[in-house]
């Protein structure tokens, strides 16, 4: 569904002085994302992941460069067509609510996905509702302003918010920071939900035990890039291969606790 | 919960402005009592060398003159509460009358000046900051950079020089053509005379909203939530329509309601280079004829002016934002 | 940002020329030397093309007359110079008082707290509420007008946004930890006030004197154009321009145009000499 392929990202920055840098955050990246599975990006906090995402969706800023080429459904997705599909045939969730404008009712912010989908306001309405219903959100939710969401209300309007449109890929980027437990879990069960009904979900996290709960396949993210893509599984069986991903499983809390160096 | 909250805003705003006023007439009488300036001569003016002691006496009498400071400021606090602001020399009216009259004449001026710099900022700024580092964000930039610091009076003089000196499109003075009756006065004699002042007035209060609104435009098109929306497939217009007029139209609102002090200082300058006889000539006119009860009113409800935009201002918070009508934040 | 396109690389060729540092400081520059001709210029001239030529009345601008000459046969540039120089020093003066009055009560607010502080912020609230050109004429009016009652009103008038600034600075530093840590380790608060304060204040109190002056020029001569402020028989700018109103509907434009062109370019120079200021004198700019 999606492809990257030897894909980076360079900022033109300025330095001291005003002698002109260029920064490559992301170096030939390579990653696959399948219908019905779900992908973990992982890494360290701040090490560009979330830049990912922003250019499958098209939004870097404008002083980002970039190379290599991204395939959605075969075709490379060039900056027209990243318009035309950003919000229809693929879907962001956000961080946090920090990404809802927070003087705008959780409904209209809702309907508005729907209606940039190409629905009628009362379409866009109905669709609204319904994915409330299905996300155990009550009607009254759509009244509320973001400020007054408690955070498993908000995680769960913001998957909504998502799935109003028929998206087909999903990009979750870092969905669960400083949750709780129980929010976290939920959260990650509505994604292997989208997942199970055909869509690609790509998770993008720092939580590699989040990420191993519930994706096929783990790409670490190491230094701008994909230092390897392994399966959920080979991470239990010992078969990871490189060392910044061993450190990462070593680094958990209940294997053997060693601080991942440099990180 | 809300109107008690409502309440305890309104009771809180009216003490202020009890302590306001009483403030600015205690300054008021401090520095009129300061004053070289002698009420009587500046009243008889020419004539002074025509009227004998008694008779200035009857005057000093007649205007309170003649009482020490304190106890005028008594006498005319108590005058205050009865709602009797004095009598003005100049006008020989009492000053509420007079300054009930002129401000009806300066208040279509204001309003329409206001109003067009409002919307004419708000336009330029969205504008702006929508095409942040374009040529037409350079353009209005520049625009309000000279503006935002040109003389209001200079200003007045230049457009007096073009279109009713050069072009002869715009009277030269007044309100009303001369010779004409103020009851015969037409609507559309009246908006031809108060178009030039008014038009000064908003040509100068563009500037600083224009620039605020487009500070605030480029804050919101760097806020996560326009990210957000432009993941979700809007347009630059898409963002500006549903989040950024939404999110900048508040401190909008709030600025262009404290600018009142501005924009009545700014009148009494077009004022007095258009001649319009509106209550800004007649602050001029009370200075510089020494006549202090109509100064000192002046000053009085051009405070309560300020301090009722101020509060509209501080209101339309309350009512408009969400996290603090809800969220009493 | 799809609005957002400013190409790098138009933003790093002109950069390359000259860049951001040195462009303030060439601004900087310019505004100085552009103030300091307004301020000494009229000096040097002294007074030719003050007296009245009367075979010259009313002449437009020419060479030999760049701004023009009045209903006397006045040189209005020579005019326009003494009087801007006039108004700048007015202006510079007042601005002074108020800085001092503004650097003071700020100061105290911020130190003391409490009782002191509510009274001088309720203070600058009050003076907030009124507006400032009433204000201006009210204290002016006070003093009989005059040079004097300018100056006083001027003062009077401007302090009040330094005084937040100053407060609110003061309040700052005074609640940082390097400060709770020195009252601790057993400096006296002169020591204090001088280490830490000062290196932090004073940038702030010489950009906001600088950013008074326009300010203040501007509204000496509003005052003096309404007829409250200096006598008609000096020439300030806004007596010239006072003049100019007078005799505008004879199409004279010159007498009140040039005038008031040389008043906005001395108001831009101090407000972009104060603003490029900042910009080097502020951590956050100062590296950009």
């Given at each position: 569904m999606l492809s990257v392929e030897n894909f980076s990202v360079t900022f033109t920055m300025y330095d001291r002085g005003l002698v002109q840098k260029q920064l490559t955050v992301i170096t030939d990246l390579d990653l696959e994302v399948r219908a019905g599975e779900v992908v973990a990006v992982v890494g360290s906090s701040g090490s560009g992941k979330s830049l990912l995402a922003h250019a499958v969706l098209g939004i870097l800023p404008a002083n980002a460069e970039t190379s290599g080429r991204i395939l959605f459904q075969g075709e490379p997705l060039s900056a027209a067509r990243c318009q035309a599909l950003r919000g229809r045939a693929i879907a962001l969730i956000p961080q946090s609510i920090g990404y809802l404008d927070p003087l705008m009712t959780v409904g209209a912010q809702v309907c508005r996905v729907g209606q940039l989908n190409g629905l009628a306001k009362p379409a866009a309405k109905l669709v609204m509702l319904e994915t409330f219903k299905r996300y155990n959100l009550a009607s009254e939710v759509q009244h509320l302003y973001p400020f007054q969401l408690s955070g498993g209300m908000a995680r769960r309007v913001l998957v909504a918010m998502a799935v109003v449109g028929q998206a087909e890929l999903v990009i979750a980027d870092e969905p669960t920071p400083g949750l709780h437990p129980d929010v976290v879990t939920e959260t990650l069960n509505h994604l292997r939900e989208l997942a199970s009904e055909g869509k690609g979900v790509m998770l993008i996290t720092h939580d590699i035990e989040a990420a191993l709960q519930i994706a096929d396949r783990v790409a670490v993210f190491y230094a701008g890039t994909t230092v390897e893509i392994a399966a959920a599984s080979d991470f239990a069986n010992g078969k990871l291969r490189h060392p910044y991903t061993q450190a990462l499983w070593r680094a958990l809390p209940q294997h053997d606790f060693i601080p991942v160096a440099g990180d | 919960m809300q109107l008690k909250r409502l309440a305890q805003f309104t009771v809180r705003k009216l003490i202020r402005l009890v302590l306001l006023l009483i403030a600015v007439s205690l300054f008021s009488f401090v520095l009129v009592s300061l004053s070289p300036v002698d009420p009587i001569n500046a009243y008889v003016g020419a004539e002074m060398l025509q009227i004998g002691p008694e008779q200035r006496q009857l005057i000093a009498e007649r205007w309170g003159l003649d009482q020490p400071m304190i106890t005028r400021f008594w006498l005319w606090l108590q005058q205050l509460g009865s709602g009797n602001l004095g009598t003005s020399m100049i006008f020989n009216q009492p000053v509420g009358t007079v300054i009930a009259n002129r401000f009806q004449v300066s208040l279509q001026m204001l309003a329409i000046a206001w109003l067009l710099s409002g919307l004419l900022g708000l336009g330029l700024g969205v504008l702006a900051g929508a095409y942040e580092g374009r040529w037409i964000d350079r353009t209005i930039r520049f625009y309000a950079y000279i503006l935002a610091s040109s003389p209001t009076f200079w200003m007045a003089l230049l457009l007096l020089i073009i279109f009713s000196v050069t072009l002869k499109l715009t009277p030269i003075c007044c309100a009303a053509p001369p010779g004409v009756l103020a009851t015969d006065v037409t609507l559309g004699q009246r908006i031809h005379h108060l178009i030039l002042p008014a038009v000064t007035l908003s040509i100068i209060g563009v500037a600083s909203i224009a620039l605020h609104t487009r500070q605030k435009l480029i804050e919101v098109l760097n806020s996560d939530y326009v990210l957000f929306a432009r993941a979700q497939g809007e347009t630059l217009w898409g963002i500006i329509r549903h989040h950024g007029l939404r999110n900048i139209l508040l401190p909008a609102i709030t600025l262009q309601f404290a600018s009142l002090s501005e924009l009545f200082g700014g009148a009494v300058l077009a004022e007095q280079v258009f001649a319009y006889p509106g209550l800004g000539e007649a602050t001029v006119q009370a200075a510089l004829r020494s006549d202090v009860p109509l100064l000192v009113g002046i000053v009085f409800f051009s405070a309560l002016f300020v301090y009722i935009g101020n509060t509209i201002a501080d209101l339309t918070y309350q009512i408009i934002d969400p996290r603090i009508r809800i969220g009493g934040l | 940002m799809t609005a957002q396109a400013v190409t790098p690389t138009a933003v790093s060729k002109r950069a390359r020329l000259w860049n951001r540092r040195q462009r303030t400081l060439a601004a900087i520059g310019a505004c100085a030397l552009l103030l300091i001709t307004l301020v000494f210029g009229s000096w040097l001239i002294g007074d030719a093309g003050l007296n009245p030529v009367l075979t010259q009345r009313n002449q437009p601008p020419s060479l030999a007359h760049p701004f023009g000459t009045d209903w006397l046969g006045r040189d209005m540039l020579s005019r326009s110079l003494h009087g801007m120089s006039l108004s700048i020093q007015v202006g510079l003066l007042a601005a002074s008082f108020s800085a001092v009055i503004g650097t003071g009560l700020g100061m105290i607010a911020g130190s003391f707290g409490g009782k002191i502080d509510a009274v001088i912020t309720w203070i600058v609230d009050v003076f907030f509420s009124l507006p400032h050109l009433v204000l201006l004429i009210m204290i002016a009016f006070a003093l009989g007008g005059g040079t004097k009652g300018v100056i006083v009103a001027v003062a009077l008038t401007h302090w009040t946004n330094l005084a937040r600034i100053v407060r609110a600075e003061v309040l700052q530093i005074n609640s940082s930890n390097y400060v709770q840590l020195s009252h601790r380790l057993g400096h006296s608060p002169f020591w204090i006030a001088y280490h830490h304060m000062l290196p932090h204040v004073f940038p702030q109190v010489l950009v906001?004197?600088?950013?008074?002056?326009?300010?203040?020029?501007?509204?000496?001569?509003?005052?003096?154009?309404?007829?409250?402020?200096?006598?008609?028989?000096?020439?300030?700018?806004?007596?010239?321009?006072?003049?100019?109103?007078?005799?505008?509907?004879?199409?004279?434009?010159?007498?009140?145009?040039?005038?008031?062109?040389?008043?906005?370019?001395?108001?831009?120079?101090?407000?972009?000499?104060?603003?490029?200021?900042?910009?080097?004198?502020?951590?956050?700019?100062?590296?950009?």
């Open positions: - | - | 906001g004197l600088i950013l008074l002056f326009p300010h203040a020029i501007l509204h000496e001569a509003a005052l003096s154009f309404i007829g409250i402020g200096l006598s008609p028989h000096t020439p300030a700018i806004g007596i010239i321009l006072a003049e100019a109103m007078r005799h505008l509907s004879t199409g004279y434009w010159w007498l009140g145009v040039l005038p008031g062109l040389l008043l906005l370019l001395a108001v831009k120079a101090f407000d972009s000499l104060g603003e490029n200021l900042r910009v080097l004198i502020d951590p956050k700019t100062s590296q950009l």
